[in-house]
Nanobody, 125 residues
Framework: QVQLVESGGGLVQAGGSLRLSCAAS????????MGWFRQGPGKEREFVGG????????LYADSVKGRFTISRDNAKNVVFLQMNSLKLEDTAVYLC??????????????????WGQGTQVTVSS
């Protein structure tokens, strides 16, 4: 079993920045592809970005490309999501997910076996 705990969410003005963290335990972190998803009010859960086991490959949704950056620290078992130039439409619960099977990040939520509880990000005008 893998446990994931997100942190770093909060209220931020449009144009601002936030950095989310996701701490993992229960399995060797470097064997996991990690992903970030988000779910806004009344919306489906959508892919934000993912990172390969080594961190050498990243994948982003078009809506966040150029604004969000995913990174990981395998020594500390943590994955980060740096969010810049935040927009109102970025308001959502952000969830961390882990995929123990693939080598490269997937944008399909059903490829991820483990999920955190999420952290709320609210962008205000």
């Amino acid at each position: 079993q893998v446990q994931l705990v997100e942190s770093g969410g909060g209220l931020v003005q449009a144009g601002g920045s936030l950095r989310l963290s996701c701490a993992a335990s229960g399995r060797t972190f470097s064997t996991l592809v990690m992903g970030w998803f988000r779910q806004g009010p009344g919306k489906e859960r959508e892919f934000v970005g993912g990172i390969s086991r080594s961190g050498s490959i990243t994948l982003y949704a078009d809506s966040v490309k150029g604004r969000f950056t995913i990174s990981r620290d395998n020594a500390k078992n943590v994955v980060f999501l740096q969010m810049n130039s935040l927009k109102l439409e970025d308001t959502a619960v952000y969830l961390c997910a882990a995929d123990p099977d693939r080598m490269r990040p997937s944008n399909r939520k059903w490829d991820y076996d483990y999920w955190g509880q999420g952290t709320q990000v609210t962008v205000s005008s």
